[in-house]
């Protein structure tokens, strides 16, 4: 039986994919799990540097969740159910991580790729926060990941609409970064994370820490943890020998500590 | 199964008890790694509605293991800063009340994981101190944000800044536990409080930690909305109807 979410690696870049292209690689619970383990084991893995995620097939990155299961919910469930926290994980998964949007990113799929640090999308991708037309509410971090990218009148017309936008409307609202050819959709994806890759891991990983809290704070406090990371980067010998590889005009050997 | 602690559950009580009892039940990574893989646990399983932590031998816990530090390298403190925030949030998001039951020294690391419990019971040889800075270190492990919620800030400090101990009734006076009993009682009086609320409905204390603990951060209109959705969950749950129909009937009767 084929698995539902495989990993592999190219270089120092782990890559993830969902693998359900017959249910559009919707997401259940046991998938979601999975997905976070994945995510986990790479974050993990000392030889990998930036996690990419996406979807099987060229139909679909995640097209949503398990109806089935949804409906059989009820309130006290929803409060306990574990969705929401593993969306949250991955979203505080250490190393850089790149949603490589293939296909449909819709409600749960969308909040996948939301709680991803960038998003790369096939210029024939659909994404949407498509819950009200189910009668529910984006419960995975839609409705606040979303206004925090898009602003908030832009996401309140998405997710009160539940319409699904192209790539290209994606990219002018900043919902994704990119917008390339389908074909070129891995390659390009690769690229970027490659790139990423070269960098100190210590640098990436306290950036990513960095820019995220302080997003959520007040200046104040986000200039001093900005503050406290740089001290700290700067007791690294990764930092000595990015400034040393630059002035001696070759390559840096980040080793990560 | 696991090296550095035992859990053992009974009657919804889960009991996690710190095993290095020759070292004071000092914390290394192995034993933070246990502890959070138990909360995990313990947050999916509905048989565990409050939780005790104790430490085996005279003490609770007396902090960090210093053999592992002294010479940690850079990419691993990181990387042990994250296992030991998480730990506290492993505490603090679980949905269920959690006991702290003191004997001995509870100091350093100790004294952060007895804060971010729900409650502190002691021995009357228990006592405090944040003893970090002995060693060069910030109070780590959450508990300069607990403790100066617990003790209020002038306090906290003193203890932060000096290292002071501080023994049973004066932790007492000052608040920073809930109350003290002789040691041959301290078993008993906890379990006593986890019975009681191994009662009450676990959906109401699983909203009601997760509120208040946001209390002093929260702004009263977020907080009332907050406290809007959590008390339309609870009027769903069958604990409040069965409670309400309970009393009705008695009352009718």
Not at chain 1, 27 to 50: C, R
Not at chain 1, 101 to 129: P, T, V, W, Y
Not at chain 2, 157 to 170: E, G, L, N, S
């Amino acid at each position: 039986m084929e698995q539902a979410i495989l990993t592999s690696k190219q270089g120092k870049v782990g890559l993830i994919t969902i693998n359900r292209p017959e249910v559009r690689n919707a997401l259940d619970l046991k998938t979601w799990e999975l997905l976070l383990i994945a995510f986990n084991e790479l974050d993990n893995d000392n030889s990998v540097s930036v996690i990419v995620v996406t979807g099987a097939g060229d139909k679909a990155f995640v097209a949503g969740a398990d109806l089935n299961t949804l409906k059989a919910r009820n309130s006290v469930a929803t409060f306990y159910g574990e969705i929401p926290s593993i969306v949250a994980k991955i979203e505080k998964i250490k190393k850089p991580t790149i949603a490589a949007i293939n296909g449909f990113a819709l409600g749960g799929g969308l909040e996948l790729a939301m709680a991803c640090d960038i998003r790369i999308a096939a210029d024939s991708a659909k994404l949407g926060q498509t819950e009200s037309n189910v009668g529910i509410l984006p419960g995975a971090g839609g409705t606040q990941r979303l206004s925090r990218l898009v602003g908030i009148g832009k996401a309140k017309e998405l997710i009160y609409t539940g319409d699904i936008i192209t790539a290209q409307e994606a990219l002018s609202i900043g919902l994704v970064n990119r917008v390339v050819p389908s074909a070129d959709l891995m390659k390009e994806t690769m690229i970027t994370a490659s790139k990423i890759a070269k960098k100190s891991p210590i640098v990436l990983q306290v950036a990513k820490r960095v820019v995220s809290s302080g997003a959520d704070t007040d200046l104040a406090s986000a200039l001093t943890l900005e503050l406290l990371a740089q001290s700290f980067v700067f007791s690294t010998n990764d930092h000595m020998e990015g400034i040393c590889s630059f002035l001696e005009k070759r390559e840096p050997e980040f080793k990560g500590d | 199964m696991y090296n550095t602690i035992t859990f053992d559950k009974k009657d919804g009580i889960g009991v996690i008890a710190l095993n290095r009892p020759d070292v004071l039940n000092a914390m290394d990574m192995v034993m933070r790694e246990e502890l959070k893989d138990i909360f995990a646990t313990i947050a999916k399983d509905d048989e565990v509605r409050v939780i005790v932590i104790k430490g085996n031998g005279r003490a609770f816990c007396a902090g960090g293991d210093l053999s592992t530090m002294g010479q940690v390298a850079v990419g691993d403190g990181v990387k042990r800063m994250h296992n030991v925030h998480m730990l506290y949030k492993s505490i603090q998001t679980l949905g269920k009340p959690v006991i702290a039951m003191i004997q001995g020294p509870a100091t350093g690391s100790g004294l952060s994981m007895a804060c971010a419990c729900d409650f502190r019971i002691a021995a009357d040889n228990a006592k405090f101190a944040a003893s970090f800075i002995n060693v060069g270190l910030v109070p780590d492990c959450g508990i300069m944000y607990a403790l100066p919620r617990i003790v209020g800030l002038s306090k906290a400090k003193d203890m932060f800044m000096r290292a002071t101990m501080i023994k049973a009734p004066q932790a007492l006076d000052m608040g920073l536990v809930d109350k003290v009993v002789p040691i041959e009682d301290l078993e008993q009086e906890v379990m006593v409080l986890a019975h009681d609320l191994t009662d009450k409905s676990s959906i109401a204390l699983g909203l009601l930690k997760e509120i208040t603990n946001k209390a002093f951060e929260l702004s009263l209109p977020d907080l009332m909305q907050y406290e809007a959705f959590a008390q339309d969950i609870c009027f769903s749950s069958e604990a409040h109807r069965n409670a309400v129909k309970k009393f009705l009937d008695a009352r009718n009767k």
